[in-house]
């Protein structure tokens, strides 16, 4: 049996799980009698619980677990947890008035190095007079002279906003990315959405961070809170393929209709649900499906005003009856769990924000979650996320996007759900599945039971 070095490092030990399964792989005698000691398949599972096995650990979680435990109590604060890969954050900021417009401070989550703030801005009448020229297909000098805005803006809000915390420090800020969705707003010009950089990084024990904007005004983000998590194993999915796809489908049309799209819009989608509903239903075996396809039909017949929503599942109703769920304040959490693999995709769930209408979780991949076509002009990924909380409440998933940055081996993921979480429910589980195996990740909400309003 191996014995962890004094300061084990996580990255080391993930090379010797993908340097072993190349080796099986390979069809090395050596590898393979390693990896089939614990499972006859050969996977990237199997040769991190191999790894994990001859430390004398029972999984790899249990090994990560340890490795993260010895490397905070060795290292400085903060930096032991950055080694071991976990982050934190800071939220919970109100509006804050600049210049530019009216900033809405996200989420700042810190770790590994670097760190970011997720924020919006809904600009000036000046700013949204000069974004709103893209609208519509425009000429290129047009379109230059947007361009122009976009980084006039990006200028402004550097120039405008500043961030200190509680121990007198203070922070750079610099634009990752700016975007900008007229399509999606009613408002004139619309919101525009900002990952800031943030340098350098701050440390966890921080008691708050303060935005400052114009004429003086500023708000604080505190600490997120860590809630109590449970991570399950891999298991069987319980459900038969085709009632969770088409389970999915229904929930997808109900998000639609949350987001406001047109009547002939919705008709279009549901006629493609329905049509996907029967070839699905067609493949699978009898039975398997029970009363979902006259359900799904019954729900796309509400959808587009043909008949009432008699005979849903309660499920859908409350999905449908709290669309407009406006619940109180942000909230954000420190999840903080990685997941055992998935088709050999290793998931880290680190933050959760949770606002009036919506909320979403912060999560890494590696090595990727997102898959591509040939020709990489369609992408698809290769696990599921579904929530529901303890009172039985499902919620609308909507596929987050991706960002991979140069050098890091991860995948960063904003995955949203709608809609914004039940102030009565307890406690949250994300359910994670790939083909005919899932994990589960359960936590409990901190502020249950307490005045969000």
């Given at each position: 049996?191996?014995?962890?070095?004094?300061?084990?490092?996580?990255?080391?030990?993930?090379?010797?799980?993908?340097?072993?399964?190349?080796?099986?792989?390979?069809?090395?005698?050596?590898?393979?009698?390693?990896?089939?000691?614990?499972?006859?398949?050969?996977?990237?599972?199997?040769?991190?619980?191999?790894?994990?096995?001859?430390?004398?650990?029972?999984?790899?979680?249990?090994?990560?677990?340890?490795?993260?435990?010895?490397?905070?109590?060795?290292?400085?604060?903060?930096?032991?947890?950055?080694?071991?890969?976990?982050?934190?954050?800071?939220?919970?900021?109100?509006?804050?008035?600049?210049?530019?417009?009216?900033?809405?401070?996200?989420?700042?989550?810190?770790?590994?190095?670097?760190?970011?703030?997720?924020?919006?801005?809904?600009?000036?009448?000046?700013?949204?007079?000069?974004?709103?020229?893209?609208?519509?297909?425009?000429?290129?000098?047009?379109?230059?002279?947007?361009?122009?805005?976009?980084?006039?803006?990006?200028?402004?809000?550097?120039?405008?906003?500043?961030?200190?915390?509680?121990?007198?420090?203070?922070?750079?800020?610099?634009?990752?990315?700016?975007?900008?969705?007229?399509?999606?707003?009613?408002?004139?010009?619309?919101?525009?959405?900002?990952?800031?950089?943030?340098?350098?990084?701050?440390?966890?024990?921080?008691?708050?961070?303060?935005?400052?904007?114009?004429?003086?005004?500023?708000?604080?983000?505190?600490?997120?809170?860590?809630?109590?998590?449970?991570?399950?194993?891999?298991?069987?999915?319980?459900?038969?393929?085709?009632?969770?796809?088409?389970?999915?489908?229904?929930?997808?049309?109900?998000?639609?209709?949350?987001?406001?799209?047109?009547?002939?819009?919705?008709?279009?989608?549901?006629?493609?649900?329905?049509?996907?509903?029967?070839?699905?239903?067609?493949?699978?075996?009898?039975?398997?499906?029970?009363?979902?396809?006259?359900?799904?039909?019954?729900?796309?017949?509400?959808?587009?005003?043909?008949?009432?929503?008699?005979?849903?599942?309660?499920?859908?109703?409350?999905?449908?009856?709290?669309?407009?769920?406006?619940?109180?304040?942000?909230?954000?959490?420190?999840?903080?769990?990685?997941?055992?693999?998935?088709?050999?995709?290793?998931?880290?769930?680190?933050?959760?924000?949770?606002?009036?209408?919506?909320?979403?979780?912060?999560?890494?991949?590696?090595?990727?979650?997102?898959?591509?076509?040939?020709?990489?002009?369609?992408?698809?990924?290769?696990?599921?996320?579904?929530?529901?909380?303890?009172?039985?409440?499902?919620?609308?998933?909507?596929?987050?996007?991706?960002?991979?940055?140069?050098d890091d081996p991860e995948e960063e993921l904003v995955w949203g759900f709608l809609p914004?979480?039940?102030?009565?429910?307890?406690?949250?589980?994300?359910?994670?599945?790939?083909?005919?195996?899932?994990?589960?990740?359960?936590?409990?909400?901190?502020?249950?039971?307490?005045?969000?309003?």
């Amino acid at each position: 049996m191996s014995e962890l070095p004094g300061r084990p490092n996580l990255d080391q030990l993930r090379r010797q799980a993908r340097e072993l399964l190349r080796a099986a792989a390979d069809g090395e005698p050596p590898a393979l009698t390693r990896i089939h000691a614990v499972s006859q398949r050969i996977s990237l599972s199997a040769a991190q619980l191999a790894v994990a096995r001859e430390y004398g650990f029972a999984s790899w979680p249990a090994l990560h677990a340890e490795v993260e435990r010895r490397l905070a109590e060795l290292s400085s604060p903060g930096e032991g947890t950055r080694r071991a890969g976990a982050r934190w954050s800071f939220g919970g900021a109100s509006p804050v008035e600049t210049a530019v417009g009216t900033l809405y401070p996200g989420v700042l989550v810190a770790g590994l190095g670097k760190a970011f703030l997720e924020a919006s801005l809904m600009p000036t009448s000046e700013f949204q007079d000069r974004l709103a020229e893209m609208t519509h297909p425009v000429p290129a000098s047009v379109r230059a002279a947007w361009g122009r805005a976009h980084r006039d803006l990006a200028r402004a809000i550097i120039t405008e906003v500043a961030l200190t915390d509680d121990q007198g420090s203070t922070y750079a800020l610099h634009i990752e990315e700016l975007q900008h969705h007229p399509a999606l707003s009613q408002a004139r010009g619309g919101p525009v959405t900002l990952t800031l950089g943030v340098d350098p990084l701050p440390a966890r024990d921080r008691g708050w961070l303060e935005l400052r904007g114009q004429h003086g005004s500023a708000v604080r983000l505190g600490p997120s809170p860590r809630p109590d998590a449970r991570v399950s194993g891999l298991a069987p999915v319980p459900e038969g393929r085709t009632a969770r796809e088409l389970s999915e489908r229904a929930l997808s049309l109900i998000g639609l209709m949350r987001d406001g799209i047109s009547q002939p819009m919705m008709e279009e989608y549901c006629s493609y649900a329905l049509a996907k509903a029967a070839e699905i239903q067609q493949s699978a075996e009898p039975g398997t499906a029970g009363d979902l396809p006259g359900q799904l039909a019954r729900l796309c017949a509400f959808l587009t005003g043909r008949g009432p929503a008699d005979g849903l599942p309660r499920e859908w109703l409350d999905i449908i009856s709290a669309a407009n769920r406006a619940d109180g304040a942000q909230h954000c959490l420190d999840i903080s769990v990685e997941l055992p693999p998935v088709d050999d995709i290793v998931v880290r769930v680190d933050s959760l924000v949770s606002e009036p209408g919506s909320w979403k979780v912060y999560l890494r991949a590696e090595p990727r979650w997102w898959r591509y076509n040939a020709e990489r002009d369609r992408k698809w990924g290769v696990i599921s996320v579904a929530a529901e909380d303890d009172l039985g409440g499902l919620y609308v998933s909507q596929p987050g996007h991706g960002t991979v940055r140069r050098d890091d081996p991860e995948e960063e993921l904003v995955w949203g759900f709608l809609p914004g979480l039940n102030p009565l429910a307890r406690a949250v589980t994300l359910t994670f599945t790939h083909a005919a195996e899932q994990v589960t990740v359960e936590f409990r909400l901190p502020w249950a039971g307490t005045d969000r309003n």
